[in-house]
């Protein structure tokens, strides 16, 4: 079992719609990264959170420490937020451990 | 400011050949990680450089993988010999504080095919 898992692994959905992803981990972590992946391109950092809630736009990340999860909502989704969503802790000092990512789909 | 770069974009090699994958954080950032994803797995962690100084050196797989960053400035990452099992993506990324505060700056990532 990975130490950090995300759910779903696939998503697809209407346009406007409100998107919710998962990631559970089992490990004590400094830590909890939102990564998002576009087809063919790089990675890129969306979220860095340790506690509580953060919001960048139509983007929100929260985290339970207690429960060790955190979810990233998308609001009124548009098709360019399809991506490969990806959450990662830091265990520790500073090494990553990711997990195997959301697929999003989001149609006109 | 510039991103993190990586070179080369894509690498298609045979069996038993060398391959050499080079990074350049962005200026100023003294921490470089080397990660790698390989086909339908979660993208794992490779080593971890401060400076010039191998941090965590944990995830990286056998001796054929070699990593340096002489001078503290890019890294190169090389396999030698390439196996079948090493294809994949290999991404860079770097942070200026030591304990990532301001999260990690990634670069596009190679990708690695080896026939």
């Known amino acids: 079992k990975n130490e950090v898992e995300q759910s779903p692994q696939n998503l697809t959905a209407q346009e406007g719609e409100f998107i919710t992803i998962n990631c559970s981990y089992s490990?004590?972590?400094?830590?909890l990264h939102w990564l998002q992946q576009h087809p063919g391109g790089g990675i890129v950092s969306l979220f860095m959170?340790?506690?509580g809630k953060k919001k960048h736009g139509r983007l929100i990340a929260t985290i339970n420490i207690q429960e060790k999860h955190s979810s990233l909502h998308i609001t009124a989704s548009h098709p360019r937020d399809s991506a490969v969503y990806i959450c990662a802790v830091t265990k520790g000092a500073q090494k990553l451990v990711f997990g195997q990512g959301t697929r999003l789909t989001i149609n006109p | 400011e510039a991103g993190v770069t990586q070179f080369p974009s894509h690498s298609v090699i045979e069996k038993g050949q060398t391959v050499t994958l080079r990074c350049d954080p962005i200026s100023g950032h003294d921490n470089l990680y080397w990660y790698r994803r390989v086909m339908g797995k979660e993208i794992k962690f490779l080593l971890h450089f401060v400076k010039e100084s191998k941090q965590d050196e944990s995830g990286m797989p056998n001796n054929r993988f070699l990593a340096e960053r002489t001078g503290g400035t890019y890294s190169t990452l090389k396999v030698q010999p390439a196996e079948l099992e090493d294809s994949g993506v290999y991404f860079c990324?770097?942070?200026?504080?030591?304990?990532?505060?301001?999260?990690?700056?990634f670069g596009p990532g190679t990708r690695l095919t080896v026939l």
């Open positions: 990324a770097s942070s200026q504080d030591r304990v990532a505060v301001r999260g990690q700056y």
């Open positions: 490990v004590g972590i400094s830590a």
């Open positions: 959170l340790s506690s």
